[in-house]
């Protein structure tokens, strides 16, 4: 079985300054990840996944994630946050077992501030 | 061109309405999905189509109908819902719901807001 925590429902970050949002994974079987974002009033897009092929994902606008198997967990950053940032994020896990079938966290909202 | 459109993007329907909710893929993509998502809430799995057959459903109850008429067309039909049945509704799709070394990417459309009144 697999499951998700996100830590914070909200981080709040000046603009320019770093962007840190926490995912911890549970999973009995080797899992894949993934982050997705959500725009107000829009559907989710994916933003990177993690597939094992390497521990540092990079993914769209300047986000990427480290898988860290010892410490089970798949954390957000980008360097220098923009306004256009502000939004919900959720991280997500499946097994090869069940790819079908997206856990998600429960969300991080995001809010810039100039 | 990684896709999923969805349509109508609002839908105001009463309690004893019929109405329904289109999806359309053209990624070649075998599994369909709908996902019921509340505000400030994840999406929820509601029903998996692999290979234009349902394969999961999520014990959802029977007032939503899903219907997959060909690999690229997924549509949910509404009959008699509740105003708590007032949510965005995504579609999504993968290319299988099988697990392979790439990962399964599931990909989402922009949703459908219903509201029931």
């Known amino acids: 079985a697999q499951s998700v925590t996100q830590l914070g429902s909200h981080v709040s970050v000046s603009e320019g300054a770093l962007v840190l949002l926490r995912c911890n994974y549970s999973?009995?079987?080797?899992?894949?990840l993934f982050w997705y974002v959500q725009y107000p009033n829009q559907g989710l897009q994916l933003l990177l996944k993690?597939?094992?092929?390497?521990?540092l994902v990079k993914g769209i606008n300047g986000f990427e994630a480290e898988f860290k198997k010892s410490e089970t967990s798949f954390h957000l950053t980008k360097p220098s946050a923009h306004m256009s940032d502000a939004a919900e994020y959720f991280c997500?896990?499946?097994?090869?077992?069940?790819?079908?079938?997206?856990?998600f966290g429960s969300g991080t909202r995001l809010l810039v501030r100039p | 061109d990684t896709e999923v459109t969805q349509t109508p993007k609002h839908l105001v329907m009463g309690m004893t309405n019929k109405k329904s909710l289109k999806c359309e893929q053209h990624m070649g993509h075998r599994a369909m999905y709908w996902y019921k998502q509340k505000a400030k809430k994840p999406p929820e799995l509601m029903f998996v189509?692999?290979?234009?057959?349902?394969?999961i459903n999520e014990s959802v109850p029977s007032r939503f109908s899903p219907e997959c008429p060909n690999s690229s067309l997924l549509n949910l039909h509404l009959h008699a819902l509740q105003p708590e049945d007032s949510a965005l509704y995504l579609c999504?799709?993968?290319?299988?719901?099988?697990?392979?070394?790439?990962?399964?990417?599931?990909?989402f459309g922009e949703g459908s807001w219903l509201t029931v009144v």
């Open positions: 999504a799709s993968s290319q299988d719901r099988a697990g392979t070394s790439s990962g399964n990417t599931i990909y």
């Open positions: 993690y597939t094992s092929a390497a521990t």
């Open positions: 189509y692999s290979y234009e057959k349902l394969s």
């Open positions: 997500a896990v499946t097994g090869m077992d069940s790819s079908y079938k997206l856990i």
């Open positions: 999973s009995s079987v080797p899992p894949y």
